[in-house]
């Protein structure tokens, strides 16, 4: 055997252990789209909010449940999109939507997703709301971080950058919904876009 | 020359590479996975499967799920130590030429 086979093999190696293990059909398109729907939903939220006739967020009924419920469109939608697209690369890739890979991406990037959500809403429960927006950065962050072991490593960058700017907001919840629009909006675009020229442009 | 002793035999063929690259990475891997993503035929995978077996690097696990029989796939300790040599000897071998 020649050193060129010897490349052929080491790159073959590679190229088994990355398809076997993540799933990396995931559309840069989605993070833009999902950016997109935060920053609208922000703008929603901002205009219910400012035109409640209170200058904060308060639990009285209306306003509060139209923002809980504005929070549960973008993620409704984000979720809708990225599935949508995501299935759209992958079956031009001739990948499998559904396979060993995207099960372990999904469950775990769910994992602290959902015990973030459910402790989120028990300590709306107990009428604490200051840290609201710093525990859905810093758990969004913490399961991108988990989800990216199974799909394309870059994802972990954009968790740090959520746990970081989770954690600012804990100590500045008075900025906790610019922190959030920052977050869920703007570095969604920026990390979209640098993906989709990254992976999908080829 | 000890560079070429660690050139595996075992691992002299394409599809038994594969299939402990996918098993390296993965906790374990079924037949049905191994085969797809390897594109080859159920015999010829097989009995590349039976030579990893045979030389104790990896494990085979038969069970049921439901009441479809299902044979898994894992690395054994060996199996882990020797892959890795072999694709040191192969790092060697690409970079001193």
């Given at each position: ?12 190696i590679k190229d088994l252990m990355n398809k076997s293990s993540r799933f990396i059909s995931l559309s840069g398109l ?97 009428q604490k709301y200051g840290q609201t927006g710093a525990l859905m950065l810093i758990f969004y962050g913490l399961a ?59 | ?97």
């Amino acid at each position: 055997m020649e050193s060129k086979d010897y490349l052929k093999d080491i790159s073959e190696i590679k190229d088994l252990m990355n398809k076997s293990s993540r799933f990396i059909s995931l559309s840069g398109l989605s993070g833009i789209l999902a950016g997109v729907y935060a920053l609208i939903g922000a703008a929603v939220a901002y205009w219910l909010v400012s035109n409640s006739g209170r200058e904060y967020l308060i639990l009285d009924g209306t306003i509060f449940r139209l923002v809980m419920l504005d929070l549960f469109l973008i993620a409704f939608f984000s979720a809708v999109t990225g599935i949508f697209l995501t299935t759209k690369k992958a079956k031009k890739h001739g990948a499998k939507i559904w396979d060993a890979t995207s099960k372990r991406l999904v469950i775990n990037f769910l994992i602290p997703l959902v015990v973030g959500g459910i402790y989120i809403l028990i300590i709306l429960n107990q009428q604490k709301y200051g840290q609201t927006g710093a525990l859905m950065l810093i758990f969004y962050g913490l399961a991108l971080i988990n989800a990216s072991k199974y799909s394309i490593g870059d994802i972990r960058y954009l968790g740090f950058i959520q746990l970081i700017l989770g954690l600012i907001c804990a100590v500045l919840p008075g900025y906790g919904f610019w922190l959030w629009v920052l977050g869920f909006g703007v570095m969604h675009i920026v990390y979209g876009t640098w993906m989709h020229y990254k992976y999908d442009k080829k | 020359m000890s560079l070429i002793n660690n050139i595996n035999k075992v691992f002299d063929h394409r599809i038994r590479l594969g299939i402990m690259s996918i098993l390296m990475v993965n906790e374990y891997a079924d037949f049905n996975m191994l085969k797809e993503l390897l594109d080859v035929t159920d015999g010829n995978l097989a009995s590349h499967v039976k030579a990893l077996e045979t030389a104790e690097y990896i494990e085979v696990e038969k069970q049921f799920i439901g009441r479809k029989p299902n044979t898994r796939y894992s690395t054994t300790k060996l199996g882990r130590a020797e892959f890795n040599k072999h694709i040191e000897a192969l790092e060697k071998l690409i970079n001193n030429k």
